[in-house]
Nanobody, 125 residues
Framework: QVQLMESGGGSVQAGGSLRLSCVAS????????MGWFRRVPGKEREGVAA???????TYADSVKGRFTISQDNAKITLYLEMNSLKPEDTAMYYC???????????????????WGQGTQVTVSS
């Protein structure tokens, strides 16, 4: 059974940094995508960053240059390093995983079948 568990959320002032972690267990697909998504109440879930099994990454325009997605060598833990945080980054952040192929829309939540429960990030001005 695939399980994803996020941690690392919290409250920070604008301009600050946080690092989110997502521990994945039970996932064995060789070709996969893992991603970070966020949701603000009343809005649709937004893709933030994704990483393909070959290590290539994709970012939403709103976070390019500020956020970095990465995995540990064992590909068990997914990270999202968030710098220069803005109040508009405030959201519940979710980790997701799923089988995928190169060229798939990795920031589209419809390609992901496994989700964590989320971790809240709050950025104050």
């Amino acid at each position: 059974q695939v399980q994803l568990m996020e941690s690392g959320g919290g409250s920070v002032q604008a301009g600050g940094s946080l690092r989110l972690s997502c521990v994945a267990s039970g996932y064995t697909a060789s070709g996969y995508c893992m991603g970070w998504f966020r949701r603000v109440p009343g809005k649709e879930r937004e893709g933030v960053a994704a990483i393909f099994s070959d290590g290539t990454t994709t970012y939403a325009d709103s976070v390019k240059g500020r956020f970095t997605i990465s995995q540990d060598n064992a590909k068990i833990t997914l990270y999202l390093e968030m710098n220069s945080l803005k109040p508009e980054d405030t959201a519940m952040y979710y980790c997701a995983a799923g089988p995928c192929l190169r060229g798939w829309p990795q920031l589209d939540d419809r390609i992901y079948g496994y989700w964590g429960q989320g971790t809240q990030v709050t950025v104050s001005s």
